[in-house]
């Protein structure tokens, strides 16, 4: 079946920093998405992506659709404490069948030192 | 627009007992995705339901089962808990089609005793 794989597991970084997680998988997705989920809540969607090669802000958040359509990353810069939390991707596939569900990553734990 | 609601949040129940879980979508969408998120494993999908009609199930045993009401307030059921099902439940809805991606609910944290 699909499997993503998403890296880093964890991140310890300093506040100010910059961050870089990606997913890559064997399949093709026509859709990315990055998720954040903070402590006790579910995950909220932070950048969704549709076309391969897309680059896509959201404020200090930038994440792109890799040109092979098998692969997605997210920077986040200049670290702040309310960046701490699990960044999960997810990838769907939208063929011909509407009904295909959405794939996610084992997700990213990141944690900023003070 | 009001959110995803789960309820209840937190739940406490022990083996071999069964347990109900509730999500109301946000108003308009017809999709409801259920996922079991739990520290080793991440989120596992359990089933999705369209309109009355589960249209996706993950690979997860009988036990877990749900519908969907024609209002697509959706329920998720699991009979003779076991320790392992110990885990927060998370109730995502979408538009048809799930083109917007998913909008989460807080989730119920079960605890298997």
């Known amino acids: 079946g699909q499997q993503l794989n998403q890296s880093p597991q964890s991140m310890f970084i300093q506040e100010g920093e910059d961050v870089s997680m990606n997913c890559t998988s064997s399949?093709?997705?026509?859709?990315w998405l990055w998720y954040k989920q903070d402590p006790g809540e579910g995950p909220v969607l932070l950048i969704a992506?549709?076309?391969?090669?897309e680059l896509t802000s959201n404020g200090r958040l930038t994440a792109q659709f890799g040109i092979t359509r098998k692969d997605s990353f997210l920077n986040i810069s200049a670290s702040i404490p309310s960046d701490v939390g699990i960044y999960f991707c997810?990838?769907?596939?939208?063929?011909?069948?509407?009904?295909?569900?959405?794939?996610f990553g084992k997700g990213t734990r990141l944690h900023i030192l003070p | 627009k009001a959110g995803v609601t789960q309820t209840p949040r937190y739940l406490i129940k022990t083996r071999g007992q069964q347990v109900t879980l509730s999500c109301s979508p946000i108003?308009?969408?017809?999709?409801v995705s259920w996922y079991q998120q739990t520290p080793g494993q991440g989120l596992q999908f359990l089933f999705e339901?369209?309109?009355?009609?589960?249209?996706n199930k993950g690979n997860f045993p009988g036990r877990f089962s749900g519908r969907q009401f024609s209002n697509s307030r959706s329920e998720m059921n699991v009979s003779t808990l076991e320790l392992g099902d110990s885990a927060l439940y998370l109730c995502?809805?979408?538009?048809?089609?799930?083109?917007?991606?998913?909008?989460f609910g807080s989730g119920t944290r079960l605890t298997v005793v």
């Open positions: 108003s308009g969408h017809r999709s």
């Open positions: 992506l549709y076309k391969a090669g």
């Open positions: 995502a809805s979408s538009l048809e089609g799930q083109t917007y991606g998913y909008t």
């Open positions: 997810a990838g769907q596939l939208q063929g011909t069948n509407r009904d295909d569900k959405i794939i």
């Open positions: 339901y369209f309109s009355e009609t589960q249209r």
């Open positions: 399949s093709i997705f026509n859709t």
